[in-house]
């Protein structure tokens, strides 16, 4: 791949150690590397071992005459094809957050119209504080902005918990592969996971939709370059980095939550929800009690939220999701009809393996002018693929 030029900054954690690394491995695969580190960052890394390490020299101050003559502050942004923040630091996540621009590596965050990456650290307390998670909710709704991590497990302070930075391989991975535009500047809702309809404070009626399959599609349109906002029932996967997840739990709230992201401008609607057709016409306020040898509920029907975006006068491009057991073509291509679908992704649900709550699945595709079969393989390779398809199929 041709080289990239990355803008690497360090803030203050334990973790820039591991930036060392990454500084390494993009050197080796011949790419141009300059640093940028806070004062925070100083304390636990010297910028003498960066500057060996990048062969460049690394800017500390954001009012340096020096620097201003060679490479200042504005070219240093405009120079970068890819700006990575590891690690980032809660301070200044909060500070990207709120568009402050009071160091070098902020301003430079404020003046760089390249994607920026951001590799949180910090302590699983700080990382689950509810401040922390309303400025990395703002971040994720930004469309120059990705976020990689953090994993989960034990940290230098002795806590276990989510806050650790990725490992440099992971974050090298990512830079070199990032970001290949193939849906550059399109806005993507996806619904993803199952609903769940009460029967009464206890119970509910759902289905086995884990959510693997809508949470590879809204990783693949983030790869691609898209803004993603994933409207997704009950599942206990993570959200992918850099898509904006909006929980839902019932059917009604889907179709609420998802026109409302609809409202908020889509190109593209990709609806692979697992969505309960019918629920329970009330919700019992108490637990019932099984006082009889047969109960009967009685169900009505739930709204359709991919039809209703359809039939939208200015609809996006939409795509459905059929999960059939017999006649799979048929009832694909009969949805796609009655939808008014620009495609359909059809998957024989009945095949072990593959499917519901399965890491793989084959689908079919199928739109007016055309069909492709994909798989059997991983849900993410199968998302990847249908991406390549979308961004043809596009207008
Ligand atoms: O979540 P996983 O475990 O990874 O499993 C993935 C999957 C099997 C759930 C997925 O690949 C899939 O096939 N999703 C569609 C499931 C389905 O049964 O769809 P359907 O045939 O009931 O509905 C057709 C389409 O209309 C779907 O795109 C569905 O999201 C949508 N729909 C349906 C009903 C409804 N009330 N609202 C909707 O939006």
Not at 93 to 104: E, K, Q, S
Not at 182 to 204: F, M, N, S
Not at 248 to 253: H, P, Q, S
Request: charged share 20%; glycine share 8%.
């Amino acid at each position: 791949m041709a080289p990239k030029r990355i803008l690497l900054g360090i803030t203050g954690g334990i973790a820039a150690y591991k930036s060392a690394e990454l500084v390494r491995l993009l050197k080796k695969a011949g790419h141009e590397v300059r640093v940028v580190m806070t004062r925070g960052a100083e304390a636990f890394v010297t910028p003498l071992t960066f500057q060996a390490l990048s062969g460049e020299p690394v800017r500390t101050s954001l009012l340096d005459p020096e620097a201003e003559q060679g490479m200042g502050h504005i070219e240093l942004a405009k120079w970068a094809d890819h700006v990575i923040v590891a690690p980032a630091s809660a301070d200044f996540l909060a500070r990207l957050a709120n568009g402050l621009a009071d160091d070098l590596l902020s301003t430079l965050c404020c003046a760089t119209e390249a994607p920026i990456a951001l590799a949180p650290a910090m302590n699983q307390a700080m990382w689950n504080n509810r401040r922390t998670q309303r400025n990395i909710e703002l971040l994720a709704g930004d469309p120059q902005i990705q976020l990689w991590g953090p994993d989960q497990g034990s940290q230098a302070c002795g806590d276990t918990g989510p806050g650790r930075m990725l490992e440099a391989q992971a974050l090298f991975e990512r830079i070199v592969a990032e970001p290949d535009g193939r849906l550059a500047g399109k806005r993507v809702v996806i619904t993803a996971g199952p609903t769940r309809e009460p029967i009464d404070p206890v119970r509910y009626i759902s289905n086995h939709s884990s959510g693997k399959m809508g949470y590879a599609m809204a990783a693949a349109a983030r790869a691609a370059g898209a803004k993603v906002i994933l409207v997704s029932g009950p599942v206990t996967i993570p959200a992918p980095a850099g898509v904006v997840v909006r929980p839902v739990i019932t059917a009604e709230d889907m179709l609420a939550e998802a026109s409302r992201a609809v409202d908020e401008g889509c190109d593209l609607f990709i609806a692979t929800a697992a969505v309960a057709d019918y629920r329970p016409d009330c919700c019992a306020d108490d637990k019932i009690k099984k006082t009889q040898e047969d109960m009967t509920l009685a169900l009505v029907r739930n709204p359709d939220t991919l039809a209703t975006i359809a039939a939208r006068p200015n609809a996006p491009f939409t795509v459905g999701f059929a999960a059939e057991t017999t006649d799979v073509e048929h009832y694909a291509r009969d949805k796609m009809q009655r939808k008014q679908l620009n495609m359909i992704v059809a998957n024989d649900v009945s095949v072990p393996g593959l499917g519901f709550n399965s890491d793989r699945n084959a689908v079919t595709v199928f739109w007016p002018g055309g069909q492709q079969s994909i798989g059997p393989e991983s849900k993410t390779g199968i998302a990847s693929q249908l991406m390549d398809l979308l961004a043809e199929q596009l207008p």
